[in-house]
Nanobody, 122 residues
Framework: VQLQASGGGLVQAGGSLRLSCAAS????????MAWFRQTPGKEREFVAA????????SYADSVKGRFTISRDNAENTVYLQMDSLKPEDTAVYYC????????????????WGQGTQVTVSS
């Protein structure tokens, strides 16, 4: 599966952004989808995941209540709605897919997309 993320940018603290990730290749609905993020000098960290059918989601504690992951299997796209953004949310955000239909981010996924930069100014 090939993944193409978009939607990053510069936003003020308290603002919102929506990231999108378009998938191509094998059947999109077979995969759990997830978002990770990474800042310089740190390991890539889990942000959110959604099951193959969209019925189950999981979030990192740091984004719970502010970020929402969703997917549209008809459009082969997964989204990350980010509200109430904080400067510490600044990172490169990566879209990911996993063969486990109920992936929850406890390990690195099977497939990575390229990253999209999110910068939150204070």
């Amino acid at each position: 599966v090939q993944l193409q993320a978009s939607g990053g940018g510069l936003v003020q603290a308290g603002g919102s952004l929506r990231l999108s990730c378009a998938a191509s290749g094998r059947t999109f609905s077979r995969y759990s989808m997830a978002w990770f993020r990474q800042t310089p000098g740190k390991e890539r960290e889990f942000v959110a995941a959604i099951s193959w059918g969209g019925g189950s989601t999981s979030y990192a504690d740091s984004v719970k209540g502010r970020f929402t992951i969703s997917r549209d299997n008809a459009e082969n796209t997964v989204y990350l709605q980010m509200d109430s953004l904080k400067p510490e949310d600044t990172a490169v955000y990566y879209c990911a897919a996993d063969n486990n239909p109920y992936f929850t981010g406890t390990n690195y996924p099977d497939y990575w997309g390229q990253g999209t930069q999110v910068t939150v100014s204070s």
